[in-house]
């Protein structure tokens, strides 16, 4: 059965619209925990738009799965996972004006960068993965430059507008997927995955892990946090 790591962002996302204490990405983080989550995610961006450095030190203290911190391979957010030092790192672009990641890290044009990153990271023994596309030659280049794992971006899969898009951009995440499971990467899948688009992996037996924010957060507006994520993980079970 696949891992489901539970984003807690947009909890922030609240938060910060209005500047109070709460809604807290702590408290729905642990209410995450206990309806069965297998680590929780957190984006520390540079502008600190959601999730703020005071939210991942305490997340450090107080959860007891995984912490996966999300990250730009900036000096900056290397020195402060390297103090904190998180379960597991997931490299990924930034970019200030966009709303949400909109697209994986290009190791074509970044790879020196990417690397150092990774270096720095592991010597604090800490596993790294790269959020990259479902393209073939970023899987290698992840590989080469010591990654552990790769992320693999189902943005294009889950925002298609047509079916044949999305059977194409499916089947890209599948060709992906299996590559770098030879090349001995673990596969984690993200971004754009709600209750409806994830059942498309049913039966593939390819991704290790699932990271959902978005589509689980809203959930939970309605239902209450702890529903949502179990409500996920009945469906991630039946996959």
Same mark, same amino acid.
């Given at each position: $059965?696949? *891992? @489901?790591?539970?984003?807690?962002?947009?909890?922030?996302?609240?938060?910060?619209?209005?500047?109070?204490?709460?809604? %807290?990405?702590?408290?729905a983080a642990m209410l995450a925990e206990l309806a069965g989550a297998d680590g929780i995610v957190v984006h520390l961006r540079e502008d600190a738009r959601h999730i703020q450095k005071r939210d991942v030190r305490i997340l450090r203290d107080m959860v007891q799965t995984r912490l996966i911190l999300e990250m730009a391979a900036t000096d900056? $957010?290397? #020195? /402060?996972? $390297?103090?904190? =030092?998180?379960? /597991?790192?997931?490299?990924?672009?930034? +970019?200030?004006?966009e709303l949400t990641t909109e697209e994986g890290l290009n190791l074509i044009f970044n790879k020196d960068k990417i690397k150092y990153a990774i270096e720095n990271l592991k010597?604090?023994?800490?596993?790294?993965?790269?959020?990259? %596309?479902?393209?073939k030659d970023q899987v290698e280049i992840a590989k080469e430059i010591g990654a552990d794992a790769i992320e693999i971006h189902t943005g294009r899969f889950c925002d298609a507008e047509s079916e044949e898009?999305? =059977? %194409?951009?499916?089947? +890209?995440? $599948?060709?992906?997927?299996?590559?770098? #499971?030879? @090349? #001995? @990467?673990?596969? *984690?899948? !993200?971004? !754009? @995955?709600?209750?409806?688009?994830? +059942?498309a992996f049913k039966g593939k037996n390819l991704i290790d892990e699932f990271s959902i924010g978005h589509s689980i957060i809203s959930r939970a507006v309605l239902v209450g946090m702890e529903k949502a994520v179990s409500e996920m #993980?009945?469906?991630i079970k039946e996959l």
């Open positions: $059965m696949s *891992n @489901l790591a539970v984003n807690v962002d947009h909890v922030a996302t609240l938060r910060e619209a209005r500047k109070t204490s709460y809604p %807290d990405p702590v408290t900056q $957010m290397l #020195k /402060f996972a $390297m103090d904190i =030092i998180p379960d /597991f790192v997931t490299l990924v672009p930034e +970019k200030r004006e010597s604090a023994a800490i596993p790294v993965s790269i959020f990259i %596309d479902a393209e898009d999305a =059977i %194409d951009a499916f089947q +890209k995440v $599948m060709d992906v997927a299996t590559y770098a #499971k030879k @090349l #001995k @990467l673990s596969v *984690n899948a !993200g971004h !754009g @995955l709600c209750y409806k688009s994830i +059942k #993980k009945e469906v």
